[in-house]
């Protein structure tokens, strides 16, 4: 019978691309391979999946030495953080990405900090959709 051989592939919420910075949806596409990859299909539809609602969480910002660290939780366990810090008055500038639920950085001279984490999306921009976690100023002094 021709469905015997039919297999069924799962994806992980891990395994997807980085939400959409525009739509907040994730943009996902496909194609089947033979198991001896002698013949491919076409590429299909991009798919517009919707993802699970962001939820902010509580974290802290503190200093040791000249290294500031900044900590979060997560209550939907996303794979990856984009992290975004401003010094004084200074604007937010994309710092580095975070697969754990704390990051670090050193302290340049500066008297403030403000981090802000948000979940990985397609660009480094802050959007407040995105946003799980803001310090707000905290002082370096």
């Known amino acids: 019978m021709v469905d015997s051989n039919i297999k069924k592939l799962r994806i992980l919420k891990s395994s997807l691309p980085p939400i959409d910075h525009d739509t907040l949806k994730y943009n996902l596409r ?23 609602s962001i939820e902010s969480v509580s974290g802290a910002v503190s200093k040791t030495a000249n290294v500031v660290t900044a900590v979060w939780g997560d209550a939907n366990n996303f794979p990856e953080y984009d992290i975004f810090v401003k010094f004084d008055s200074d604007a937010f500038f994309y710092h580095g990405t975070s697969k754990v639920h ?29 946003n799980i976690f803001d310090s707000g100023s905290v002082s370096l002094v």
Do not use: C, M
Request: glycine fraction near 4%.
């Open 102 to 130: 704390s990051y670090s950085f050193l302290k340049t001279g500066t008297t403030t900090v403000r981090v802000k984490v948000q979940i990985v999306s397609s660009k480094k921009e802050i959007k407040a959709a995105l």
């Open 30 to 52: 496909y194609r089947v391979i033979s198991d001896d990859r002698n013949r491919t299909s076409h590429w299909s539809p991009v798919y517009n999946i919707s993802g699970e």
